[in-house]
C-alpha cells in the first residue's frame, strides 16, 4: 500500500489518533451540535474518544449526521434495486454526480442499512484543501483524486489511482463509488466521459484487456435524483459562462460554499436507484466489438442508458421542461401548487431578465425529461 500513502483512506490503526487531531476543530463541534441537538458536546467527545475504526465512526456519527440532514432539509429518501446486490460482494458503482458530499454519504446510508458493505470513494483534493476536512474525508474512506496535474503527473496519478481501485475492489473486496464524469452534472446532463473508463482501465494486469477487467469487477450504474437542487443557483454563474463561451474562474471559498450549501439546502424528496451489474453486457460488448476504444465508448454508452433509465423524475423536473418550451406536455406530472412553488424559487434565484440565464436554470431541471424519454425510445426500438 506504499503507492498509496498520499491518496488513500486512514487504516482503522490511524482513526483514533486523527480524531484526536481534530476533536476540538469548531466545524466538528457544529457537525455534532447539529447531529446530537441539546446533547453536551462531553457526551459525543467521550464517544468519540472512544472509536477506533472507520466503520465506527460512520455508523455512529456520519451516518446519524445524515439521518438529521434529511429530517430537516428533506421530505425523505426512497430506494430501487438494492436487492440485487449481495453481501460479501464487492461492486465499482459509477453514478451520476449532483452533490459533493450527499451522493456519497446517502449511498452508503443505504448501503449500510441494506446490511451491505459500504464503500471507498473518489474525492477530488481540491475539495479538501483545509486540513480538518482532509482529516474527515480520511475519517470516511474517501479517497483522493489529484487535480489541477500537467500532463505526466496526470497519468502517473490516474495509474495510481486506478491500482488503488483495483486494490480495493479484488484485494480488500471493498467496493468503490466513482462519479460517471470529473465533477458534478450543473447542466443536468449525466454523461459518462470516456476518459473515467480509460483511467480505470489503467488497472488491467498482464495480458488483461480492458473490457477483461471491467467483466470482473461487478459495473452497477447508480442514478441519484434530488428533487430540487440545493445548489442549483450557485451552478448558474458557470453556465452561464459556458453559455457565453467564456472561460469560468472559481472563487476562493466557491467549492466550500457548494458543499455546506449541499448538505443544508432543501432537497424535497431523493430517490437512489441501483442498475443492473452490467457483467452480462459488458460480456456481450467483449465478444461483438474487437477494438478497444470502441469497447469503451460502448461501455460509456451502456452506463448512460442504465443511469438515465434509472433516474427518478419529479414534478420539478416536468415544470421546469413545460416552462422552457412554454407548452403544457406534462401538465399531468404536476400540481398547481407545486409549479407554484417552483416559479417561486426561479424566480427568486435567477435573473429573468437575463434569457440566457432563464434558460439554463430551467434546462438543468428539464434535460434529464429529454435525456430519459431518449433512452426509452432507444430501448423499445
Known amino acids: 500500500m506504499s503507492s498509496f500513502e498520499d491518496i488513500r483512506p486512514f487504516y482503522d490503526t490511524e482513526v483514533n489518533g486523527a480524531i484526536r487531531e481534530i476533536i476540538d476543530h469548531p466545524m466538528l463541534k457544529a457537525m455534532m451540535n447539529f447531529t446530537f441537538p441539546g446533547v453536551a458536546d462531553d457526551y459525543w467527545k467521550d464517544l468519540m474518544l472512544h472509536c477506533h475504526s472507520i466503520r465506527d465512526f460512520q455508523i455512529n456519527f456520519i451516518y446519524p449526521g445524515i439521518q438529521k440532514v434529511l429530517e430537516k432539509s428533506s421530505e425523505g429518501l426512497t430506494t430501487s434495486g438494492f436487492e440485487k446486490l449481495e453481501k460479501n460482494c464487492s461492486y465499482l458503482f459509477i453514478s451520476n454526480h449532483r452533490d459533493i458530499i450527499l451522493d456519497t454519504s446517502l449511498l452508503n446510508s443505504c448501503l449500510f442499512e441494506h446490511g ?14 483545509k486540513p480538518f476536512l482532509r482529516t474527515l474525508s480520511r475519517i470516511t474512506r474517501n479517497f483522493m483524486i489529484k487535480r489541477g496535474l500537467q500532463s505526466r503527473e496526470l497519468l502517473e496519478s490516474s495509474k495510481n489511482v486506478a491500482a488503488y481501485i483495483r486494490h480495493s ?9 466513482i462519479a460517471q464524469r470529473e465533477g458534478r452534472t450543473k447542466d443536468g446532463n449525466d454523461v459518462t466521459h470516456r476518459g473515467v473508463l480509460k483511467m ?3 488497472a488491467t494486469e498482464n495480458d ?4 477483461e477487467y471491467f467483466k470482473k469487477i461487478n459495473v452497477v450504474p447508480v442514478s441519484i435524483s434530488y428533487e430540487y437542487d440545493p445548489t442549483d443557483v450557485l451552478k448558474m454563474p458557470e453556465l452561464l459562462a459556458k453559455a457565453n463561451s467564456e472561460i469560468y474562474v472559481k472563487g476562493e471559498n466557491e467549492d466550500f460554499l457548494t458543499l455546506l450549501n449541499g448538505i443544508i439546502g432543501q432537497k ?3 430517490h437512489i436507484h441501483i442498475g443492473e451489474i452490467l457483467t452480462p453486457d459488458i460480456d456481450l460488448i467483449s465478444k461483438t466489438e474487437p477494438v478497444p476504444s470502441k469497447q469503451l465508448q460502448l461501455l460509456a454508452d451502456l452506463l448512460d442508458r442504465h ?4 433516474y427518478k423524475l419529479w414534478p420539478t423536473n416536468y415544470i421546469a421542461h413545460d416552462l422552457l418550451y412554454e407548452d403544457a406536455e406534462y401538465a399531468d406530472k404536476y400540481t398547481a401548487d407545486e409549479k407554484t412553488l417552483f416559479e417561486k424559487r ?3 434565484g435567477v435573473d429573468l431578465n437575463n434569457p440566457t440565464a432563464v434558460k439554463s436554470f430551467l434546462a438543468m431541471y428539464a434535460n434529464p425529461v429529454n435525456n430519459q424519454k431518449r433512452v426509452l425510445e432507444e430501448l423499445k426500438n
Do not use: H, Q, Y
Open 307 to 310: 443511469i438515465l433509465a434509472g
Open 169 to 177: 475492489l479484488i484485494r480488500e473486496n471493498r467496493s468503490v463509488w
Open 268 to 270: 424535497k424528496r431523493i
Open 208 to 211: 488483461e484487456t480492458a473490457i
Open 346 to 348: 426561479f424566480r427568486k
Open 200 to 202: 480505470l482501465s489503467m
Open 116 to 129: 451491505l458493505t459500504m464503500t471507498t470513494s473518489a474525492i477530488g483534493d481540491n475539495l479538501v484543501k
